[in-house]
C-alpha cells in the first residue's frame, strides 16, 4: 500500500527521465554545462556535488521553473510538457510553505491545486503525516514547527497523491534518523510502482545506502554517472595492511601510496601493477602480516576521486 491507501488500484508509472545535453549560463557563468543522465523507472538515483557544483539549477531546468539555455529533457521519449510535469512531485530548495496557516488545511489546499479532490487530498496528507510523525501537529502553523518538522512538511506537500516522478532537492535535510528511515520507506514505495526518484543530498553515507543509480556532478558537469558497483570498478584499490610491528616504513615502497599510516595499520593504495608483491615480501622480511585485504571504496572516496 502506498500512503494513501491506494497503490494497488493505480497503474505504474514506468516512464523514465532523460536529460539530454542541458546547459543554463547567467551572464557569462555556465552554471551547468552539457549534463546528460537518465532517472530510470523504479529506481533512486541520488545526485551529488558540491555546493555550486549546479544540482539546484539542473533540477530547476528538469522541472520548467528554469529555462534550458541549451538541451533537452524528456518523458516517456518524448520532449517534456508542462502538463507532464504537472504529476510530478517536486521539493523545490527554496522551502513555500505559509508561516501562519496550520499545516493539514495548507497540504490539501495544495493538493487540490495538483488537482486532488478535497477527500483525497485529505486523506493523503492525514496519512503522510501519520507515516513521517506529524499527526498530533496538523493544527498547527507551520511557523511553530521545529525546522526539521518543517522539512516533513514540505515532503508531504512533494509526495501527496500519486506523482508519476518525484523531484527532491535535499529532502534529507534536517530530518532525524526515525524520519530518515520513513522517508526512504516511502520513497521506496514509490519506486516499487515504477516512479523514477532523483534526489540531492550532500549526505553520502545516506546516498550510498538508498540508492541503486548515482550522478556526481562538479564545476557544472557530470564527473560521474552510473550504479555504486559501476563507480568502485573504477576506482582507485585500496589495501588494508596490519603487521606486527610498526607500518610507517611502506611509505618508502615503489608503486605504494600510504593513505594513512596508524602504529602497525597501513591504508594502502597500490598505484602500480605489482607494487602489492614487494610490499608483501618486505613486510614478511620484517615479521607477521596479520592481514592485508582489499577494502571496498566508499562513496565519499568515488566522490573526492572524481571531483579532484
Given at each position: 500500500m502506498s500512503a494513501s491507501g491506494e497503490r494497488l488500484t493505480r497503474p505504474r508509472a514506468t516512464a523514465d527521465i532523460e536529460l539530454r545535453h542541458l546547459s543554463r549560463t547567467f551572464?557569462?557563468?555556465?552554471?551547468?554545462?552539457?549534463?546528460?543522465?537518465?532517472?530510470?523507472?523504479?529506481?533512486?538515483?541520488?545526485?551529488?556535488?558540491?555546493?555550486?557544483?549546479?544540482?539546484?539549477?539542473?533540477?530547476?531546468?528538469?522541472?520548467?521553473?528554469?529555462?534550458?539555455?541549451?538541451?533537452?529533457?524528456?518523458?516517456?521519449?518524448?520532449?517534456?510538457?508542462?502538463?507532464?510535469?504537472?504529476?510530478?512531485?517536486?521539493m523545490p530548495e527554496e522551502r513555500g510553505l505559509y508561516p501562519k496557516q496550520a499545516v493539514l488545511d495548507q497540504l490539501v489546499y495544495l493538493g487540490r491545486l495538483r488537482g486532488l479532490s478535497a477527500a483525497a487530498a485529505r486523506a493523503s496528507v492525514t496519512s503522510h503525516l501519520e507515516r513521517l510523525g506529524l499527526a498530533d501537529r496538523a493544527k498547527d502553523h507551520v511557523e511553530k514547527l521545529s525546522l526539521g518538522n518543517q522539512q516533513r512538511v514540505q515532503i508531504v506537500a512533494a509526495l501527496m497523491g500519486h506523482p508519476r516522478a518525484l523531484v527532491l532537492d535535499e529532502p534529507f535535510s534536517g530530518l532525524d534518523p526515525a524520519a530518515v528511515d520513513n522517508m526512504a520507506d516511502l520513497l521506496r514505495e514509490h519506486t516499487a510502482r515504477g516512479v523514477p526518484v532523483l534526489f540531492s543530498s550532500h549526505q553520502l553515507d545516506l546516498v550510498e545506502r538508498l540508492c541503486e543509480r548515482l550522478v556526481v556532478l562538479?564545476?557544472?558537469?557530470?564527473?560521474?554517472?552510473?550504479?555504486?558497483?559501476?563507480?568502485?570498478?573504477?576506482?582507485?584499490?585500496?589495501?588494508?595492511?596490519?603487521?606486527?610491528?610498526?607500518?610507517?616504513?611502506?611509505?618508502?615502497?615503489?608503486?605504494?601510496?600510504?593513505?594513512?599510516?596508524?602504529?602497525?595499520?597501513?591504508?594502502?593504495?597500490?598505484?602500480?601493477?605489482?607494487?602489492?608483491?614487494?610490499?608483501?615480501?618486505?613486510?614478511?622480511?620484517?615479521?607477521?602480516?596479520?592481514?592485508?585485504?582489499?577494502?571496498?571504496?566508499?562513496?565519499?572516496?568515488?566522490?573526492?576521486?572524481?571531483?579532484?
Open positions: 551572464g557569462e557563468i555556465r552554471a551547468v554545462d552539457d549534463v546528460s543522465f537518465d532517472v530510470p523507472a523504479g529506481l533512486l538515483t541520488g545526485f551529488v556535488g558540491g555546493n555550486g557544483a549546479g544540482k539546484t539549477t539542473t533540477m530547476r531546468m528538469l522541472m520548467g521553473v528554469l529555462s534550458a539555455t541549451a538541451g533537452e529533457v524528456l518523458w516517456d521519449g518524448r520532449p517534456i510538457t508542462q502538463l507532464d510535469r504537472r504529476s510530478f512531485g517536486y562538479a564545476r557544472g558537469r557530470v564527473v560521474a554517472s552510473g550504479t555504486p558497483e559501476d563507480l568502485r570498478s573504477h576506482s582507485v584499490a585500496r589495501h588494508r595492511l596490519v603487521l606486527s610491528g610498526d607500518a610507517g616504513w611502506v611509505r618508502g615502497v615503489p608503486g605504494i601510496h600510504a593513505v594513512d599510516v596508524e602504529g602497525s595499520t597501513a591504508l594502502l593504495e597500490v598505484v602500480e601493477h605489482g607494487a602489492e608483491r614487494r610490499l608483501l615480501e618486505e613486510a614478511l622480511r620484517r615479521g607477521e602480516v596479520h592481514e592485508f585485504s582489499p577494502q571496498r571504496p566508499s562513496l565519499a572516496q568515488i566522490y573526492r576521486e572524481v571531483t579532484a
